[in-house]
């Protein structure tokens, strides 16, 4: 079965970083690129990123291009969000997600909480 | 990139039919068929229900059923039921500097 747990959220100030991270489990984790997609409360879907299943291929948001680095270790079946110079609009329940047949998200985590606030 | 158009809300009874659209343009919705659609229930992680604009994953009852003409994608849900009450999100690979872009979001209501 597929797992993904998201852990490393929090309430950061304008300004400041914050590193995502998402333990995957349950498939073989370097076969399959895997996305970020985030959720401002009481708000619709936003795709953040994408990264390859090799690593080698990266893809942004506009809204996140500059600020934001999605990487992966897949010896250690994780992935990672590195946010930096985060803004209130930020703020949101991010997911990872499994990347799967035709570009969808097959597989969802629970998502992990981040809020940008003073 | 914008946001793929859907309406905000669709209702109908236990056993109608109904269906959301999902209005994009040339560049994502009608270039391609990387059209996917995701049910969210209040609280959780969103489900996806369709792929490739028409395919079910397994486990996915055949009630759902997707389709797409011209720049406007469908998802059809036949026979309602309680359960499907929820948001449902459609996405597309787009030819953009942001690859991939969601709908707006649709509220079902089953009345």
């Known amino acids: 079965e597929v797992q993904l747990v998201e852990s490393g959220g929090g309430v950061v100030q304008p300004g400041g970083s914050l590193r995502l991270s998402c333990a995957a489990s349950?498939?073989?984790?370097?076969?399959?690129?895997m996305h970020w997609v985030r959720q401002a409360p009481g708000k619709g879907l936003e795709w953040v990123s994408l990264i390859s299943g090799d690593g080698g291929s990266t893809y942004y948001a506009d809204s996140v291009k500059g600020r934001f680095t999605i990487s992966r270790d897949n010896s250690k079946n994780s992935l990672y969000l590195q946010m930096n110079s985060l803004r209130t609009e930020d703020t949101a329940l991010y997911y990872c997600a499994k990347d799967e047949k035709g570009y969808s998200y097959g597989s969802w985590g629970q998502g992990t909480l981040v809020t940008v606030s003073s | 990139q914008s946001a793929l158009t859907q309406p905000a809300s669709v209702s109908g009874s236990p056993g109608q039919s109904i269906t959301i659209s999902c209005t994009g343009t040339?560049?994502?919705?009608?270039?391609?068929?990387?059209v996917s659609w995701y049910q969210q229930h209040p609280g959780k992680a969103p489900k996806l229900m369709i792929y490739?604009?028409?395919n079910r994953p397994s486990g996915v009852p055949d009630r759902f059923s997707g389709s797409k003409s011209g720049n406007t994608a469908s998802l059809t849900i036949s026979g309602l039921q309680a359960e499907d009450e929820a948001d449902y999100y459609c996405?597309?690979?787009?030819?953009?500097?942001?690859?991939?872009?969601f709908g707006t979001g649709t509220k079902v209501t089953v009345l």
């Open positions: 349950g498939f073989t984790f370097d076969d399959y690129a």
């Open positions: 040339s560049s994502d919705v009608g270039g391609y068929n990387y």
């Open positions: 490739e604009v028409s």
């Open positions: 996405s597309s690979y787009t030819s953009s500097s942001t690859p991939w872009v």
